[in-house]
């Protein structure tokens, strides 16, 4: 059943972290992954955030051509470091991806850009996933489309040509764009766009699995995917 609630999502204006409209024109139906993080336990900081997020973004990147760096960037300025009311649970949102989620979403009040730099709010449907995991995967998935081609590693030179691709496409803030690159300088989050396996795990026919955070064979990850989707 569809979970409706409205609530007012008002991001805190910082010097960097400041909230830009979103407006994902993909929809996309993933799979529920485990969770990064208990229910109810605050990160506390930017940094405790970043150190949450980061080891998955590293490896789900990898698997879908993007940078880490403008994943965790994202994440920090949809979510204002995981604690906006869409970021927390029930509802895990960490981007801001608007629609539902296997029939889950929630109603709640938001920014938007006229193009123009002119703010105003309106009221909107947000996916709601059952872990905060299943965001992260869903935004790689999301972005994986052709529409967001210019934000793949392969169509790019570097993080600077993705986050400018973001600008008028995920989302209508203008300035969406130099928001993240000034919290990726800030946060070193360059670091994490060198994946951390090696090449010989994908050249030995193992795949990722992310229910055991490892590389397993093809074979196990379809038991441990029919174990969580029972």
Known sequence: MKKKRKQLLMVAATSLLLAGGLTAQYAYQGKNVTKIKAEGVSYGSTANFIAEIAPSAQEI????????????????????????????????????????????????????????????????DFRSYASPAGSLYDYAALLSSSYYAGTHKSNTNSYLDATAALTGTYATDTSYGDKLNSIIASYGLTQYDTPTYT????????????????????????????????
Do not use: C, H
């Open 199 to 230: 090449a010989t795990d994908s050249d030995t026919g193992s795949v990722w699995n992310s229910y055991r955070g490892s590389y397993t064979d093809a074979e196990t990850l379809a038991l441990d995917e029919a174990w969580a989707n029972r």
């Open 61 to 124: 990147a990898a698997q879908y051509d993007l940078y880490a760096s403008v994943m965790i960037a994202q994440a920090i300025l949809e979510s204002s470091s995981g604690t906006s009311a869409l970021a927390q649970a029930p509802y895990y949102n960490f981007f801001g991806v608007k629609g539902s989620y296997y029939g889950n979403s929630v109603s709640m009040t938001t920014w938007e850009d006229d193009g123009a730099g002119n703010a105003y709010t309106i009221d909107a």
